[in-house]
């Protein structure tokens, strides 16, 4: 249930190992360009994958619900008002499992969720099926539907290899629920599945977002400071990280995606008086776009009507995904800034701009060599790996604001600071 960035890859591995499998999505084009052999995002491998599947016929995609053994549900769970979950995705999906379950099936929640949603999902396919029997009925009561949760741990550009090579966290609602759902996991996982309840599995995906993202805020916190004192933040970082037991991250434009820019939210929500730090991070990690926008704005006083070229959407380097992205935030308030003449943009991941920034006229979207040629300012807001290759020659006389380290071997060389 759910063919995007987890689903889909989720299903063709599943399918690799011989498993029919059918992918369950609301768009129609999602549908019908898997159905073709093709896929709607970027992911090493994946084309290739998903064509053979299809091919082989273990893999399918439709609009539908259609009745199975197991049924995964990868649907997205954003923020609504005021900064709290919204499970109405999830409880969409489950209903519509709920008109085709039948006993002795397995209901899986890879959606990052709030503590408490798999229990959730529990009473709303109770009160949808009251002729089955799910957990927590007496033992003589029938065959029962079994319900756990196991919250996907992939990274962007990295999804096929880590949804084999990766550890599984599987909470059941009981542990016949967690067996269960382990036996299907070590179909395809070859990392190890270590099985637990409903409410700790959940509660472990959160504290792993949640730490990622603390960890975040002190590198963005640490390179506005250094930058405040005219110290070099890359080198602070590769030098402090010598210490047997200290790894600094690496600071960037902000925090964005599906995960770490929202994850944390879901603890905050539940407790706003015993999670301070994590709300501290998440603002200090909100506000990091505006610092960026400052540096530019400091570096615009004084000239002349420049053209500027921002390099990277995507919310991290080498994907298409910019859910989230801070680096769009930068260049959708650089586009207010009336003291440039024309702002470029580079993604060597994207044909076309996202829909948030493409009818701005002031943004012309132009490929990574004409941009070097154009502008006289160059912003790095994503390390993409085309970015690391600009050779030397190619930045002279350019003013170069780099906020992700893209040009690192040009830093190393003496090239820039």
């Not at 439709?62 to 995964?72: G, N, P, S, V, Y």
């Not at 009507?305 to 994907?319: E, H, S, T, Y």
Request: positive net charge; glycine residues 8%; charged residues 25%.
């Amino acid at each position: 249930m759910g063919l995007g960035y987890v689903g889909l890859p989720t299903a063709v591995i599943i399918a690799s190992r011989g498993v029919r499998v059918v992918g369950v999505d609301i768009n129609p084009e999602v549908v019908e360009s898997i159905n073709e052999g093709r896929i709607h995002a970027v992911e090493p491998r994946l084309n290739s994958s998903v064509r053979s599947a299809v091919r082989l016929g273990r893999l399918r995609a439709t609009t539908k619900i259609e009745k199975a053994d197991a049924f995964l549900i990868a649907v997205p769970t954003p923020l609504g008002r005021n900064r709290m979950p919204d499970l109405s995705y999830v409880k969409s999906a489950v209903m519509e499992i709920a008109s085709v379950l039948d006993p002795g099936n397995l209901v899986v929640l890879e959606s990052t969720s709030p503590v408490g949603t798999t229990e959730k999902v529990l009473r709303w396919l109770r009160k949808a099926r009251p002729d089955l029997v799910f957990p927590g009925a007496k033992p003589e009561s029938g065959q029962r539907v079994f319900i756990a949760y196991c919250p996907e741990r992939v990274l962007p550009g990295q999804a096929l290899r880590e949804l084999v090579e990766n550890d599984r966290v599987i909470g059941g609602l009981t542990p016949e629920c967690s067996a269960r759902a382990c036996a299907l996991y070590q179909g395809f996982v070859k990392g190890r599945c270590f099985a637990t309840h409903a409410r700790i599995a959940e509660m472990v995906k959160l504290s792993e977002n949640a730490f990622r993202d603390i960890n975040i805020a002190f590198a963005n916190e640490l390179s506005v400071l250094c930058d405040q004192m005219n110290i070099n933040v890359w080198e602070v970082i590769e030098l402090a990280n010598r210490h047997p037991r200290v790894e600094i991250l690496q600071p960037g434009t902000g925090v964005g995606g599906h995960c770490i820019a929202v994850d944390p939210w879901f603890l905050i929500s539940s407790s706003p008086d015993s999670t301070v730090l994590m709300r501290t991070a998440r603002q200090t990690n909100d506000r990091k776009p505006s610092m960026v926008l400052q540096k530019i704005g400091e570096t615009l006083a004084g000239l002349n009507k420049p053209v500027v070229a921002c390099f990277g959407l995507a919310f991290k380097p080498d994907i298409d995904d910019v859910r989230g992205s801070a680096a769009i935030q930068v260049v959708r308030g650089l586009a207010r800034d009336g003291r440039i003449h024309q702002l470029i943009v580079v993604e060597p991941n994207l044909e076309f701009l996202p829909d948030e920034i493409a009818g701005k006229k002031n943004i012309v979207f132009v490929g990574l060599e004409e941009a070097m040629d154009k502008a006289d300012i160059l912003v790095f807001l994503v390390a993409h790996k085309e970015f690391k290759k600009i050779k030397p020659g190619a930045i002279s006389g350019k003013v170069v604001l780099d906020f992700v380290d893209a040009l690192r071997n040009h830093r190393l060389s003496g090239g820039i600071k």
